[in-house]
């Protein structure tokens, strides 16, 4: 099939669906490659606990930014758009149809619309909110948030410090809103994305979000947070699968109780993810059971017939 124009497409939609799945057999299907979006499966120590492709679909289709960091490095969604964006520069020279999938809806959107511009604030601001997270724990912080910006309380990962701290930096340095500043004209890109999203019955993608984590233990996923612990305060490893064990092993908690937690706080997780993704009205939005002639004739049709 003869294209004219670039297509980016964009594999998303909670954990747990089969997006790795989906994402390798559009791959072959039009002879192209997968760029990750998922912030979680970049650190090449954070294998098990990030349901990072297993080598075998690895080989099934040539991945970028899987693994390709380290946790001791700072990589952040800025150096993620530069990087992806110079990737996809040269994948489009001899293709004209690109994939991407990841759960990470502040990355996916990083490469397909680019970040929002938020002015410069005082570094002290982050100094002083981490030290308040120190004494006062995170409710504290998500507290004068909800007071401050009640629009991004309810709509960021409210459980993840760092997310809070940055939106509090903002709100305090600015004297406005942090999500006042979201969605404003963002620059071009050169090609066009197509948004295909796989989704489920709710408790359903739960139930397969409590299988999964069971099958992340059985495959030695205490072991792989055990030799990650003299790293635990990094941030990469703030992230649900890996805090949760960590209080295991300082003794805060029992192993069954750590394990619901990692549960827990997936599905939220998830619910977070559906309610991000399904904020974009063009989204082609699919059942996970679907069979693949089904979503690359509609995307076919999308792109004759753009």
Known sequence: MKTVDKYLISIVG????????LSIKLANHFNSEIISADSRQFFSEMQIGTAAP????????????IHHKSITEDYNVGAFEKDAIKTLNQLFKTQDIVI????????????????????????SIR??????????GIQSLQKQLKELDKVSYESIAIDNPHRVIRALEICIGSGKPYSSFLNKEKNKRPFKTISVGLTAERELIYNRINKRVDIMMQQGLL?????????KNLNALNTVGYKELFNYLDGEWELDF????????????????????????????????TPLETIVEKLEQKIIEP
Do not use: C
């Open 258 to 289: 750590a394990v619901s937690e990692i549960k827990k706080n997936t599905r939220r997780f998830a619910k977070r993810q559906l309610t991000w993704f399904k904020k974009n009205e063009e989204t082609l939005w699919f059942d996970y059971t």
């Open 223 to 231: 072991e792989e947070v055990k030799s990650l612990l003299p790293f």
């Open 127 to 136: 100094q002083e909110l981490n030290i308040k997270l120190e004494k006062e």
């Open 54 to 65: 297993t080598p075998d679909e690895l080989s099934a289709a040539k991945h970028h930014f």
């Open 100 to 123: 991407m999938v990841g759960g990470s809806g502040l990355y996916v959107g990083a490469v397909t619309k680019g970040l929002d511009d938020f002015p410069e604030v005082d570094k």
């Open 14 to 21: 909670p954990t747990a669906i089969g997006k790795t799945a």
